[in-house]
């Protein structure tokens, strides 16, 4: 291992916050990247015991540093450099919007008739 801390975002990349390095360097220039509610850069030196809040898309997921780490793992070796403290509501919403019905139909309204199903396969596309 090596003796002086990695970059931020090389961390992020090798513990599998995100896909690319080059990803987790954008997020961190946008902000989306946080320590105690300030924003970092991507050239900024890990520490052992940060608690970085990283903010995707649709979710926002916590990460607490356990160790250093300059190379990407597996996702299995990686819990063991970052304990996840994401609460589960947040993966949770990404599922939530994943099973939300596209069209609402009433409860015992019946089939749908010839003219209603070809209003939803139009509007599905």
């Not at 987790?24 to 030196?45: F, Q």
Request: hydrophobic share 40%; net charge positive.
């Amino acid at each position: 291992m090596n003796a002086t801390a990695p970059r931020m975002d090389k961390w992020l990349w090798a513990v599998r916050a995100f896909k690319t390095r080059t990803q987790a360097a954008e997020a961190c220039r946008r902000g989306r990247v946080t320590i105690g509610d300030l924003a970092i850069k991507a050239s900024r030196d890990v520490r052992i015991g940060d608690v970085i809040v990283v903010k995707h898309s649709d979710i926002t997921r916590t990460f607490k540093v356990l160790q250093w780490l300059e190379r990407r793992v597996d996702a299995a070796t990686a819990r063991g450099y970052a304990e996840d403290l994401t609460p589960e509501s947040e993966y949770l919403k990404r599922r939530e919007r994943n099973f939300q019905p596209i069209v609402f139909r009433a409860k015992g309204a019946g089939r749908p008739t010839k003219k209603e199903r070809r209003a939803i396969d139009e509007f599905n596309g």
